[in-house]
C-alpha cells in the first residue's frame, strides 16, 4: 500500500512556475509508475504526466507538453511535477496518484490509480 501527501500549489501570475511534490509512504514507492493529474471547477479529473518507476520514462498530456516535467527520486520517496510557463487553464487541483500495477503505459484513465493524495490547489491569475 502507499500513501501520498501532495505539497507545493498556491497562486502563481500567467508566465510564472511552480513546483508540485509528492510524498510517499511505504517500502513499495519504487514499484508503482506514478501520475499526476488535475481536477478544475466543473470538470472531469485530467491526465498530467506520469513516470515509469525508475523514472526513465515520462509521458504527458499535450496540453503541458513542453512546459511541465515530472521527475521522481526513489531514494526519498518523492514525485515532482515542475511547472512552468503556467497559464490561467491551468488552475486546478493537482492529484499525485500510484497507478494500478500491470496497466497499460498508455493509459491514462483515473480509474487505473488505486492510491491518491489529497490534492494541491495551483490558481493561475491572468
Known amino acids: 500500500q502507499v500513501q501520498v501527501v501532495e505539497s507545493g500549489g498556491g497562486l502563481v501570475q500567467t508566465g510564472g512556475s511552480l513546483r508540485l511534490s509528492c510524498a510517499a509512504s511505504g517500502r513499495t514507492f519504487r514499484n508503482y509508475y506514478m501520475g499526476w493529474f488535475r481536477q478544475a471547477p466543473g470538470k472531469e479529473r485530467e491526465f498530467v504526466a506520469k513516470i515509469s518507476r525508475s523514472g526513465g520514462s515520462t509521458y504527458y498530456a499535450d496540453s503541458v507538453k513542453g512546459r511541465f516535467t515530472i521527475s521522481r527520486d526513489n531514494a526519498k520517496n518523492t514525485v515532482y511535477l515542475q511547472m512552468s510557463s503556467l497559464k490561467p487553464e491551468d488552475t486546478a487541483v493537482y492529484y499525485c496518484?500510484?497507478?494500478?500495477?500491470?496497466?497499460?503505459?498508455?493509459?491514462?484513465?483515473?480509474?487505473?490509480?488505486?492510491?491518491w493524495g489529497q490534492g494541491t490547489q495551483v490558481t493561475v491569475s491572468s
Open positions: 496518484a500510484a497507478e494500478r500495477p500491470g496497466t497499460n503505459w498508455y493509459n491514462v484513465q483515473p480509474t487505473s490509480y488505486e492510491y
